[in-house]
């Protein structure tokens, strides 16, 4: 069997992580969030996590030799040698120059770069609804759209549900800022090298999740060709 090297792309609140989670048991992948990665090194009191906080909490990119040897060392990782599901990684130009350079060193390829588009007005909306589980932040709700069965608990382990700290409308805007400036460029690097594929975020999760497992089932089926 081929191995499947994904990468989430999409604006924040895009759904890479409601995602990422459903394709992580689909196809049996781990799901590698910088994002969660670096909320529990703030969480434990690490020297990382206090450096990586102050840029987090203001919605700016946590500066490049702080993430790039953790990614790349990450998906060196045994669990991960049948492949990846990056989510949140990579950024900007750099970390993507980075990613390519250590899979070459690997001699492995990206499968594929999985875009999710969502216009900003309903980002906003997104990120404002949103709720996490304290326990394990894979587990996300939204107080309209995916709500918990029991408002302010996890329906998986029975958690309190809380709201992140850069989810405020203010930082949700910087955000959007930095995404447009550093990130989006992206789109355009992995069209060139023929891994983009597109998905309209706006559709309900269940459909944007159809969408992708068939279109990555379809990769798999083509790259064991
Ligand atoms: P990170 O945690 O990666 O945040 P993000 O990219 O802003 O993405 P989010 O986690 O906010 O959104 P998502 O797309 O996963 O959406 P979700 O599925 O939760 O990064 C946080 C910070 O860490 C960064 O700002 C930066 O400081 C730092 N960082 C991380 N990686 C870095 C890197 N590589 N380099 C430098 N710094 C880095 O969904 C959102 C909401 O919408 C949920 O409530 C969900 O229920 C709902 N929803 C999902 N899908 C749908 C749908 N189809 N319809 C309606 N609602 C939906």
Redesign the pocket.
Known sequence: MSELNLI?L????????????RLRTDFNLPHI???????AEVADGTELGRK?SE??????????E???GM?TGRVAEGDARDGFLL??????EA?AEALDAALLELDRHLTATLL?E?PDD??VR??A????CVKN?AH???????PPKHEGVCDQDGSRLEQ?A??RED?IRT?LE??HEQ?EPLIAYYDRAGTLRRFD????????HAHIRATVATLRLEENL
């Open positions: 989430m999409g604006p924040p609140g895009a759904g890479k992580g409601t995602q990422a989670e969030s910088t994002g969660d990665i670096l909320r990586a840029f987090m909490n203001a919605g700016k990119l946590v500066p490049d702080v993430i790039v990614i989510d949140g990684f990579p950024r900007n970390q999710i969502v309903d980002i997104r990120l609804g949103r709720r996490v932040a996300i709700y939204h107080v309209d759209f995916d992140r850069d989810d930082v955000r930095v995404y990130t975020g706006l559709r309900s999760p269940d459909e944007v």
